[in-house]
């Protein structure tokens, strides 16, 4: 089975901290994602990856950075959190479209 | 950009009853995701179709490419069915998705 690790399920930082959350999958799949997921909102696309080194924003990427120096692992990175980022990031692989997603990282900025 | 809808937002069923969930979207697509997602837990992909209909278990997802509209059934459902539905519509070669706000499913005992 294919698996996708992120690195904390919870985490609480301060405003203005800079902050790593990390996404490892296991299946060689080329292409990754780093989603957030709010109530009401659903699931919002803030980066994707294609490749390595090879990034493209999605529909909220303010705020955010991203970086993949390996084909295995896709980091996202607050510059410096604020509170508006206190969500639920999620982190998926995907080959042929279908997707498989990491278990989560609650996030609370406060 | 494609918008997703689905219906309906919240749905409390007993068990063994039959579920129906909605999902249309705007624009034309090259497949259409429904996901699982159980309380606190990760997202797992149960069906993706780009025509006709698929069966896995208790589980039927339905396609009508003219009418831009899927439903996702659940028969005899079960409590352990009870978690939030998604659809998801993707288009192009990226594989970027758009995403429904998603259907909290409820079954009681």
């Known amino acids: 089975d294919v698996k996708v690790t992120q690195s904390s399920r919870y985490l609480v930082k301060r405003t203005g901290e800079k902050v790593f959350l990390e996404c490892v999958q296991d299946?060689?799949?080329?292409?990754m994602f780093w989603y957030r997921q709010d109530p009401g909102l659903g699931l919002r696309l803030i980066y994707f990856?294609?490749?390595?080194?090879?990034?493209e924003k999605g529909d909220i990427p303010e705020g955010y950075s991203v970086s993949r120096e390996k084909k295995e692992r896709f980091s996202l990175i607050l510059e410096s959190a604020s509170t508006n980022q206190t969500s639920m990031y999620l982190c998926?692989?995907?080959?042929?479209?279908?997707?498989?997603f990491g278990s989560g990282t609650q996030l609370s900025v406060l | 950009k494609n918008e997703v809808e689905q219906s309906p937002q919240n749905l409390t069923a007993q068990e063994g009853e039959f579920i129906t969930i909605n999902c249309s979207y705007s624009?034309?697509?090259?497949?259409l995701h429904w996901l699982q997602q159980h309380p606190g837990g990760g997202i797992v992909s149960l069906f993706m179709?780009?025509?006709g209909k698929k069966k896995h278990g208790r589980l039927i997802a339905t396609i009508n490419i003219q009418e831009k509209h899927s439903s996702l059934h659940i028969t005899a459902s079960h409590p352990r069915d009870s978690a939030v539905y998604i659809c998801a519509v993707s288009g192009g070669s990226n594989y970027k998705l758009t995403f429904g706000k998603g259907t909290l499913l409820t079954v009681n005992p």
């Open positions: 299946m060689d799949h080329e292409n």
């Open positions: 624009v034309g697509i090259s497949a």
């Open positions: 179709l780009s025509s």
């Open positions: 990856s294609y490749d390595v080194k090879m990034k």
């Open positions: 998926a692989s995907s080959v042929t479209a279908k997707l498989f």
